[in-house]
């Protein structure tokens, strides 16, 4: 069985730190919550370390809808990440 790639989707200082607004991957098994995507897409090199190095703080969403960090990935087709919003 292939696993359909999700597309993770990078926005503000999260794409800056990155260097880039999106990409296609094949999440690994043992990625199955939004926490375990973070840890594992800190392992993915400096810059995404870096971007992710208080992974509390980002906000998440799945298919457009916000989501918190237990939420379950199975069947996401686009997971986006994003800084916290600031007040004003």
Avoid at 9 to 21: D, L, S
Avoid at 26 to 49: C, I, M
Avoid at 50 to 56: C, F, G, K, S
Wanted: negative net charge.
């Amino acid at each position: 069985m292939t696993e359909h790639p999700t597309k993770l989707v990078y926005f503000a200082w999260v794409r800056e730190r990155i260097g880039r607004a999106e990409e296609d991957v094949a999440l690994p098994a043992e990625v199955e919550t939004v926490s375990d995507l973070l840890q594992w897409l800190k392992g993915r090199g400096e810059e995404y370390e870096n971007a992710l190095q208080y992974p509390d703080v980002i906000r998440v969403a799945i298919d457009h809808e916000h989501v918190e960090h237990r939420e379950r990935l199975a069947g996401a087709r686009e997971i986006a990440l994003f800084p916290p919003m600031t007040g004003g």
